[in-house]
């Protein structure tokens, strides 16, 4: 089976570069200084970024469900927050 080349990194490796691209883009977008051109290029590129972003965090959810349970994935359950732990919540 052939492995991916070293140079080829995932989604889940690639999230945080993603992330800050995203925030440095939607910084840019705020700042109401791009033409209408410019917006929609920033727009359409944050878009792509959005579900990288998004790509990644649903890999990273599967590889925890199927570290916590190999057997039955889909029956693992969702981290409880800090305030539900507290509040005795479940």
Known sequence: MPRKA????????DFEKS??????LVEK??????????SLAAYERG??????CQTALEQAELRVRLLSDPQ???GAQPFQDADSARNGDV
């Open 19 to 24: 992330l800050d691209a995203l925030e440095d």
């Open 72 to 74: 039955d994935p889909a």
């Open 29 to 38: 977008m705020e700042q109401g200084e791009m033409s209408l051109e410019d």
């Open 6 to 13: 070293a140079t080829e990194a995932s989604p889940v490796a």
């Open 47 to 52: 878009v792509g970024l959005y579900r990288s």
